[in-house]
């Protein structure tokens, strides 16, 4: 059972009424889309600091991890109110570089299995892990009285994306490696990391590849389009007010009026490269308003000659991060950040029934 409030706004349909008719013409159309989200749904980020300083803690080397090296940081934020930082991992593989680089903030989950560790060393990535809760807290509350908030306040930011903005500032330190190459960053995350990683990859184009994981509402779910058991938004504004703007609340009961919905916020990825993945069994994140989404951002793909570059996966399961997510975001991140095309497919539909969710298409 679905049920589906209204359609998916044309991503391509200026807010006067005219339409994109080239790519010229999509770059301003993205500028007005990405407008829309951050004054409605997560607020505009902090600004960019002054400087970002790395102070570097414990140099070591791991025997357990085929003798990669390990490197604790300490970022330091300068130029806002007060002083501020956050603490990163960093793990690189034995061998020479420039390295690709996968960026994790889910830190406050606990550490990474040691298998799904192995794995990204092995494929030859840089590994870099930090937690989102030193930006702002988690607490299940909306006072503004602690980390970011007091750094920068007086602004509109909720907490994804005062935690995007702390994946911006792993971007700023990345070229003091000299094994990293910060042309090819991925960035993954899941369930709220997920939201997060999705609107840092939508406002930062240095990211080459976004991956958000069982993401749901505010992030690759959607939410016109409501499936037995997803969160709605009212949900999230019931429960976890402070990670959006205030304006969103303002649409529960009213999502047919939201001027975009998170097929928007995929489209602001393109054409950098972006995959989903997701399981049929988590029905709270919504898999099917999900492919909704990816099926409607595919069109700005399209339109940009870009459509390889968006993909979907899919496993049976419920909601978590494991290895099978990460071996098909690892096997994603190969084929556009390496050059090895993988032998899995990163299109198919779980949900051949399913109506579409809108009707319009890319121009042309």
Aim: proline share 8%; charged share 25%; glycine share 10%.
């Amino acid at each position: 059972m679905h049920t589906l409030i209204d359609p998916l706004p044309d991503l391509f349909a200026f807010s006067d009424g005219t339409r994109v008719q080239s790519p010229d013409d999509w770059w301003r159309r993205r500028e007005e889309l990405g407008e829309l989200v951050l004054s409605i749904e997560y607020g505009h980020l902090p600004p960019s600091p002054a400087a970002v300083v790395p102070e570097l803690l414990h140099p070591t080397t791991s025997a357990r991890l085929n003798n990669a090296r390990r490197f604790g940081y300490r970022l330091h934020i300068e130029g806002g109110e007060r002083p501020f930082w956050f603490t990163v991992d960093v793990l690189a593989p034995a061998g020479e570089g420039p390295l690709p680089v996968v960026v994790n903030g889910d830190g406050c989950w606990g550490p990474l299995r040691e298998g799904i560790v192995l794995d990204v060393l092995e494929r030859g990535y840089v590994l870099v892990t930090f937690n989102r809760t030193e930006i702002v807290p988690d607490a299940y509350r909306s006072e503004r009285d602690a980390g970011l908030y007091l750094v920068y306040p007086g602004l509109d930011f909720g907490a994804i994306a005062a935690w995007a903005w702390g994946y911006h500032r792993v971007l700023d330190f990345l070229p003091t490696l000299d094994f990293a190459d910060p042309q090819r960053v991925a960035i993954t995350g899941h369930s709220r990391g997920g939201k997060t990683v999705l609107l840092a990859g939508a406002t930062d184009e240095r990211i080459a590849l976004t991956a958000p994981n069982n993401s749901g509402s505010g992030g690759a779910g959607c939410y016109r389009w409501h499936a037995e058991g997803c969160e709605k938004l009212e949900d999230g504004i019931r429960m976890v007010p402070y990670w959006y703007a205030e304006r969103l609340a303002g649409f529960v009961g009213r999502e047919g009026e939201l001027p975009f919905d998170q097929h928007a916020l995929k489209a602001l990825v393109a054409p950098r490269c972006l995959l989903s993945t997701e399981a049929l069994g988590d029905l709270w994140a919504n898999p099917s308003g999900t492919y909704q989404t990816y099926d409607a951002a595919r069109e700005v793909y399209r339109f940009l000659g870009a459509e390889e570059r968006i993909g979907i996966w899919f496993r049976e399961g419920d909601h978590e991060h494991g290895p099978a997510d990460w071996a098909a975001f690892l096997d994603f991140a190969d084929w556009h950040l390496q050059g090895g095309k993988p032998a899995r497919r990163f299109d198919e539909n779980p949900f051949p029934e399913m109506p579409r969710a809108f009707s319009w298409s890319a121009p042309g």
